[in-house]
């Protein structure tokens, strides 16, 4: 067999190079009788087809009479022309924009939906936060009044991890469903669709509140007099004396390991076990039991291995992975431990990916893939906004542009030495609004001015408590440090990529050997077949020529014979008679 496709193979190749010198083929069947006027022949056609084609199927497509039945997946036209009602049935199912523009507004409009509701539930435990703030304040308890702030972060924390868990598993769901809704051509198109809702939802999902606690919370506070209030009797939270640094510590630490010991640990462990469970369950009631003594009581394997969860893909795999180095890299100036808990997560989440891929899931199927696909372009997008976040973190957040400026720029000795007395600024307790001033006062003399955290002007001042200059200085420092960090840690980013490659060099050599070396067999392969097609062509031409002159010099002694008189016959007939 493999010899008579390797010279079935070198004829077709020798018929599409030399059309004109196709012998007649030998017709095995009468529906292959057309095949002689044909140039090149059907088989030929099926070896260098790019798509395996099998015999039902080449049957089908090669079948065009009345009679024939249609191709397999192909519902006949009723004009009763099988190939034009084919074309026309593949031009009327091509979705165009407009059917596709339903699709596409639904994932629009969810999406918006989803991220407004991630922003609702960030906002819930902001309220949650002012009005148990407020009602602790109120306590007759000593202890309680005096650690409000303690008790206030940590429950809204927690209340913050419970509604980032269930929105997960709830988007996660959405994100699959408005991608089917979609119809993507193809599986690869699908995959990249799913990754990115899935991936845009889970991202603000986990971020949100972080986003708030570092950038937004207590810079619409107001100030003194002019307070921002919240369904008019509650004032919008503000961060602690020393900033909201560390409570963006505490957020971040205990979402991470929240996710990671809960979702991560728990529930890939959990879930695959209680599904396996009730589908073990089920089928036991479902199924009819026939009382069989010869049947082996032990179940067999492939009864275990129905039972397994089937296997959903890598995705929700690579969503842990990406989610967690958005925690490790967008926020690693506020918490730096963030990596050395994510390394103890991955040690520890390996042996139980192990054993759930052993014995809680089917076998999955393999598929070979060039790369990890669009999880590249998502974790190049983090790596990059994670450098502007940091800088933020740093300027903003942090009091580190603060100290610098005035240590270098108001410090009369260059020290901390009054840093705080010169970040307060000053109020006039007689311009507070009637029903806000305090109760009582801890100081026995009246107090007539008090001192608040911002950089504006005082009370005797023209533009009193506008922004003052040493604000607008602060602003600009922290604006030039971002571009500053930013730039220097893109430059030294590409530096380092450029000098450590990301393929060895020996191995790039070895690549560039086996690349000539193919090439060389390749290019000797196809000299070989060169030269054996010109030997076809060359035999070919030495029998047309052979041919040619054994039939001239048939066709010359056939005239010789005919053109000849009767005494020249009868002559050669005594001729004959004599010998």
């Avoid at 026995?444 to 009370?459: L, N």
Wanted: hydrophobic share 40%.
């Amino acid at each position: 067999m493999a010899s008579f496709g390797y010279s079935l193979t070198v004829q077709c190749l020798f018929y599409i190079v030399v059309p004109e010198a196709v012998p007649e083929l030998e017709v095995r069947a009468p529906q292959r009788r057309a095949e002689r006027d044909n140039p090149i022949p059907t088989d030929c056609l099926v070896l260098i087809w790019p798509n395996p084609v099998s015999r039902s199927q080449t049957s089908d497509l090669g079948c065009t009479q009345p009679g024939c039945p249609p191709p397999t997946g192909v519902k006949p036209s009723r004009g009763g022309n099988t190939l034009g009602g084919t074309k026309q049935m593949n031009e009327k199912e091509k979705l165009t924009w407009s059917d596709r523009m339903p699709g596409y507004a639904a994932n629009f409009g969810l999406i918006l939906f989803m991220v407004m509701l991630t922003f609702s539930a960030v906002f819930g435990v902001i309220v949650y936060r002012i009005t148990t703030a407020a009602a602790l304040s109120f306590s007759t308890n000593e202890t309680t009044r005096s650690n409000v702030r303690v008790t206030v972060t940590a429950t809204a924390v927690i209340i913050n991890l419970v509604v980032v868990l269930i929105l997960d598993e709830i988007y996660g769901a959405v994100a699959k469903w408005l991608t089917e809704i979609e119809i993507p051509k193809t599986e690869k198109t699908f995959e990249e669709r799913l990754i990115l809702k899935a991936f845009l939802l889970k991202f603000v999902n986990s971020y949100a509140s972080i986003f708030y606690v570092a950038f937004f919370k207590g810079r619409f506070v107001g100030r003194p007099g002019r307070y921002v209030y919240v369904f008019e009797g509650y004032r919008m939270e503000e961060c602690a004396p020393g900033g909201c640094l560390m409570e963006l510590c505490i957020q971040l630490s205990i979402i991470m390991l929240g996710k990671q010991l809960i979702q991560n640990n728990l529930f890939e462990i959990g879930i695959p076990k209680l599904k396996k469970l009730f589908r073990k369950l089920k089928d036991e009631r479902t199924e009819v039991k026939e009382m069989d003594t010869n049947q082996s009581k032990d179940p067999q394997q492939w009864d275990l291995d129905y039972i397994l969860e089937p296997f959903t893909g890598l995705t929700p795999e690579y969503m842990e992975m990406i989610i967690q180095f958005g925690f490790v890299t967008l926020f690693v100036a506020s918490f730096p431990l963030a990596p050395v808990f994510a390394l103890l997560n991955n040690i520890i989440e390996v042996r139980l990916d192990a054993k759930k891929f052993v014995t809680e899931l089917r076998r999955p199927d393999t598929v070979r893939e060039k790369d990890i696909g669009i999880w590249y372009n998502i974790l190049s997008g983090i790596g990059k906004l994670s450098v502007i976040i940091n800088a933020f973190v740093i300027a903003v957040t942090s009091d580190f542009i603060p100290r610098l400026m005035y240590q270098y720029a108001y410090s009369q000795n260059g020290t901390m030495h009054g840093f705080i007395n010169h970040t307060l600024s000053y109020f006039n307790v007689s311009q507070l609004k009637a029903g806000t001033q305090p109760e009582n006062s801890l100081f026995a003399q009246e107090v007539s001015f008090c001192r608040f955290k911002d950089y504006r002007e005082p009370p005797w001042s023209p533009h009193q408590y506008e922004f003052s200059k040493q604000y607008w200085a602060v602003l600009s420092a922290r604006l030039a440090f971002v571009i500053l960090f930013q730039n220097l840690v893109m430059f030294l980013s590409v530096l380092v990529d450029w000098m450590i490659p990301d393929i060895p060099k020996d191995i790039s050599e070895q690549i560039k050997k086996e690349k000539t070396v193919l090439v060389d067999f390749f290019l000797k392969e196809e000299h070989e077949k060169l030269k054996l097609i010109e030997s076809f062509i060359a035999r070919d031409k030495q029998k047309r020529r052979s041919g040619t002159k054994s039939r001239r010099t048939r066709a010359a002694s056939f005239s010789q014979c005919h053109r000849s008189p009767k005494g020249s016959f009868t002559s050669f007939s005594s001729q004959h008679t004599v010998v």
